[in-house]
């Protein structure tokens, strides 16, 4: 069965500091592995995928994640945080490959402090 | 509209009552997809659509709960005598290509802002 685990519910780092976010899967198949991202009031947003390829991905705003397959994770990670990247942040592995049948993790909100 | 609209954005019933969740997708969107957030939680998926025919729906929760897509454009997620626990986010979002597992898509998935949906 594939599952998701995002470690830390909340996370905080000052203004200009890395960001980090962890995210592991466990799935019997290669995955398809997504981060979306979810502003108050707003739909969620992809930031960016793996599908097939490059290991590193690079999504918008800055963000990147690696799968590694040796470790089961995709972390999402950016160099320096801006005040705008305070969201809640979704680690999602596709169930069936080709569908957007997700596994969503269960979400880390980001505090970005001044 | 631009994105994917939903309606109402905010829904509070009584236990027993049926309630209509609309979701109108992007326009020329093949693919339709609903999702239930809990609080705390990620989204869960509940069902998808290709066009206008139902392709999984394995994610209802009991059959209480449908979906419909009758047109291949605006959905309708029914969630009939409604039960406390129904309380959660409904979300819904659409893309350009069809999905499955013998069509590979790796394509984008635009949500809209989501129903909150209330069960007193």
């Known amino acids: 069965a594939q599952s998701v685990t995002q470690l830390g519910s909340h996370v905080s780092v000052s203004e200009g500091a890395l960001v980090l976010l962890r995210c592991n899967y466990s799935?019997?198949?290669?995955?398809?592995l997504f981060w979306y991202v979810q502003y108050p009031n707003q739909g969620l947003q992809l930031l960016l995928k793996?599908?097939?390829?490059?290991?590193l991905v690079k999504g918008i705003n800055g963000f990147e994640a690696e799968f590694k397959k040796s470790e089961t994770s995709f972390h999402l990670t950016k160099p320096s945080a801006h005040m705008s990247d305070a969201a809640e942040y979704f680690c999602a592995v596709s169930l069936t490959s080709g569908t957007y049948k997700y596994i969503f993790g269960t979400g880390t909100r980001l505090k970005v402090l001044a | 509209g631009a994105g994917v609209s939903q309606s109402p954005r905010y829904k509070v019933t009584k236990r027993g009552q049926d309630v209509a969740l609309r979701c109108d997708p992007i326009s020329g969107h093949v693919s339709l997809y609903w999702y239930r957030q809990a609080l705390g939680q990620g989204p869960e998926f509940l069902t998808y659509f290709n066009y206008e025919a139902q392709q999984d729906k394995s994610g209802l929760p009991n059959d209480r709960f449908s979906a419909e897509r009758p047109e291949g454009s605006i959905s309708t997620l029914t969630i009939q005598r409604t039960e406390q626990r129904d309380s959660a986010m409904y979300r819904c979002a659409s893309s350009l290509r069809a999905g499955g597992a013998l069509r590979p898509n790796t394509g984008e998935l635009f949500f809209g802002e989501g129903s909150r949906l209330t069960v007193l």
């Open positions: 793996y599908t097939t390829g490059a290991t």
């Open positions: 799935s019997s198949v290669p995955p398809y």
